[in-house]
């Protein structure tokens, strides 16, 4: 038996996520320094 919970379509992804998501990632990409490290080569072992 599944809940409403475990279906993504049910849960509210209004207006403000989008900007939230990408206030999260300037704000790792100012003070992470693992962040600021990053590039596509170093990310490439963590993908899918």
Do not use: N, Y
Not at 22 to 44: G, M
């Amino acid at each position: 038996m599944t809940s409403d919970t475990d279906d993504p379509l049910a849960h509210d992804f209004g207006a403000g996520t989008l900007d939230r998501a990408l206030e999260i990632v300037r704000f790792l990409r100012i003070h992470c320094s693992w962040d600021k490290d990053q590039t596509h080569e170093s990310l490439i072992p963590h993908l899918l």
